[in-house]
């Protein structure tokens, strides 16, 4: 099983540190499955400009291509201007409309207050929809004072985390082997 | 029709094309040389003229898994490999191509062919070529446009005088040699939405109209979108025609065809587009109002004859050998069609 994890921003510090306790959750957990941390602030991501994602070069190609090879992904995202950040939007609009068809996406959020808890509801995960993602409902949130120098210090956060891990690797299990014995059925 | 070299009595013609891709068969995982596959296609052509086919097409695409960039070269070894089919491009990239240049290949490809050469002008949907050829993909609309416009004024006109922004001017110019009769048939190539097919009924052009699959009722819209565009600018659409292509299998049942089929739609499309082809998709393909001809010989025949009944169109193109398809694969589909599908397609569109 190929997850990748996707933190979406280049601004601060918070989304990247909790998903590399997601990436640790998940590795710990669950060692057969391979893990690609995909962090936007290292990469050189250009705009979409409407070609095939395999057209494009460098880390715009490879960005889109770990994307599109993954079985799961989990994606890391602030809060900005009440939605999601431009950056991640923009991984968004390099994909093909159904980019996630047979893919299982789980979410972890982090921000400076509450006021915006139903970002994800309202915002991101239509989009996700949209692009025919299975989605594990229950996101992680997390609030700028679940955090103290780049760590998290809160176990309720951690456990969720671990349970959003958990949820990941098992939807993604279970969606397979539902397909698979679907496709059988065709026999062709 | 007759400017199109269309006889309406003849009923519904049938065609197959090629996009020319070269891919690895999925089943063995091997590829056979470009060389080879030119090859094959030459020879595909003049099966197809040996069944009784109508019509063949070789598209061009230019990025990787693709043999036939130079189409106008294939078309032409074709043109002299056969007798009666009609030849032509499925699709021409006129955006990134010079109309004066498409013109004389084309035109010079009808006189070798003896009046068999035809045009199909598209805009890709592929974008590699604009990268490769020196062209900015933001001008894909215009590109498009303006070139089709002066394309069709060359075949309309001996003498050209004509400005744009992508080409040089052309003063008094004679583009040269003249198609057997003067001019060409020269269609636009839709996929789709309806907004393109509107494109080519303004424009009052002939219009071959591709479809992966879904419902041929939705492709109705934009054969419908079409005429209606044409008829708003004054076009009589009883001279023009329509065309409509996809994929295409033929097997003792339908669920051999699936089988026979899917794993090169599947692979063919990961390696060329990115996603392969969902097998839900693929399975209701089968269904009898599903635009795609896979199927047993008889349940093709009433799905051919189901779409001209809604389209009301001219020709229907099949594609058959993408994704690496075998040869022998290849032959037994052209039997096919030659013995079962197409006399009885005849026989029931055609006026006595």
């Known amino acids: 099983m190929k997850i990748v994890g996707l933190s979406g921003s280049k601004v601060g510090s918070k989304t990247r540190t909790a998903m590399n306790y997601t990436v640790k959750a998940l590795q710990e957990k669950y060692p057969d499955t391979e893990v690609t941390l995909i962090d936007l602030a290292e990469y050189d991501v250009q705009f979409s400009d409407g070609r095939n994602y395999m057209e494009y070069d460098g880390d715009t190609k490879y960005v889109a291509e770990t994307i599109m090879e993954a079985d799961a992904i989990v994606i890391g995202t602030p809060v900005f201007q009440a939605s999601i950040p431009a950056t991640l939007k923009n991984v968004f609009d390099l994909l093909p409309v159904n980019a996630f068809r047979d893919k299982v996406v789980s979410i972890l959020v982090t921000a400076g207050s509450p006021k915006h808890y139903l970002m994800v509801e309202q915002q991101l995960k239509p989009i996700l929809a949209y692009m025919k993602a299975q989605m594990v409902q229950t996101y992680v949130f997390i609030e700028e004072e679940d955090f103290y120098r780049k760590e998290i210090v809160n176990d309720d956060v951690l456990f969720r985390i671990g349970r959003l891990a958990e949820d990941t690797v098992v939807l993604t299990e279970t969606f397979s082997q539902i397909r698979e014995a679907k496709e059988a059925e065709y026999d062709f | 029709m007759e400017k199109y070299r269309i006889d309406k009595n003849k009923g519904l013609e049938f065609g197959i094309y090629t996009l020319g891709d070269h891919l690895p068969n999925p089943l063995t995982g091997e590829r056979i040389s470009a060389e080879q596959r030119l090859h094959e296609i030459i020879e595909y052509a003049k099966l197809a003229e040996q069944a009784g086919i109508d019509f063949f097409s070789v598209g061009e695409s230019h990025q990787e898994y693709f043999a036939t960039q130079a189409h106008a070269v294939v078309l032409s070894a074709i043109a002299q490999a056969t007798e009666k089919i009609k030849i032509a491009s499925s699709s021409t990239i006129i955006s990134t191509s010079d109309p004066v240049r498409v013109y004389e290949n084309f035109a010079t490809l009808d006189l070798i062919s003896k009046g068999r050469a035809e045009i199909i002008a598209g805009r890709a949907s592929r974008i590699g070529l604009f990268d490769l050829l020196g062209y900015n993909i933001r001008d894909y609309e215009e590109l498009f446009e303006e070139k089709f416009d002066l394309l069709r004024q060359i075949n309309e006109q001996e003498v050209v005088n004509w400005s744009g922004e992508f080409r040089a001017p052309l003063k008094n110019a004679r583009v040269l040699p003249r198609p057997q009769s003067g001019s060409m048939p020269i269609w636009r190539a839709v996929g789709g939405s309806p907004a393109s097919a509107i494109k080519a009924g303004y424009a009052g052009v002939p219009m071959f109209l591709a479809h992966l699959g879904g419902p041929a009722t ?38 051999q065809a699936l089988k026979d089929m899917y794993p090169f739609i599947n692979e063919g499309m990961k390696k060329t587009n990115g996603q392969g082809f969902p097998k839900q998709h693929f399975a209701q393909g089968v269904d009898p109002h599903n635009i795609m001809n896979i199927g047993s010989p008889q349940e093709i025949i009433e799905k051919i004859l189901y779409q001209h009944e809604l389209f009301g169109h001219q020709r229907y193109i099949a594609q058959i050998d993408f994704g690496g398809m075998p040869f022998d694969k290849l032959q037994k589909n052209i039997e096919l069609i030659g013995t079962e599908i197409l006399p009885a397609i005849r026989k029931y569109t055609a006026k006595d």
């Open chain 2, 218 to 255: 939705v492709f109705k819209r934009s054969v419908d979108a079409y005429r209606e565009a044409a008829r708003s600018r004054g076009y009589d659409t009883d001279e023009l025609p329509v065309a409509t292509a996809g994929f295409f299998y033929a097997a003792e049942t339908s669920q």
